[in-house]
Nanobody, 123 residues
Framework: VQLQACGGGLVQAGGSLRLSCAAS????????MGWFRQAPGKEREFVAA????????DYADSARGRFTISRDNAKNTVYLQMNSLKPEDKAVYYCAADWTGWGTRVQAKYDSWGQGTLVTVSS
């Protein structure tokens, strides 16, 4: 499945952004979806994941309480609503598809990745 992420940009600390990730296939509804991010000079890390049905959601500690992952299977799209952004949230954000449908923190379980969208948070 091909993924196209968008919605990144420059925002002040405390602000909000909503990232979107559109999938090219109707089978999107069977995939677990995840959001990951990579800050400059750091390894890519898990942010949030959602199962195929939306019934299972997981967040990294850094995201819990501020970020919300959701999906609309009718639109083949997964979202990441990010509130109360901090300078340390600055990173390239990637969406990814997990064919097992589970939605996991393990990057190796994801077999399709979007191109990334840059989020910059000014202090």
């Amino acid at each position: 499945v091909q993924l196209q992420a968008c919605g990144g940009g420059l925002v002040q600390a405390g602000g909000s952004l909503r990232l979107s990730c559109a999938a090219s296939e109707r089978t999107f509804s069977t995939y677990g979806m995840g959001w990951f991010r990579q800050a400059p000079g750091k390894e890519r890390e898990f942010v949030a994941a959602i199962s195929w049905s939306g019934g299972r959601i997981d967040y990294a500690d850094s995201a819990r309480g501020r970020f919300t992952i959701s999906r609309d299977n009718a639109k083949n799209t997964v979202y990441l609503q990010m509130n109360s952004l901090k300078p340390e949230d600055k990173a390239v954000y990637y969406c990814a598809a997990d064919w097992t449908g589970w939605g996991t923190r393990v990057q190796a379980k994801y077999d399709s990745w979007g191109q990334g969208t840059l989020v910059t948070v000014s202090s």
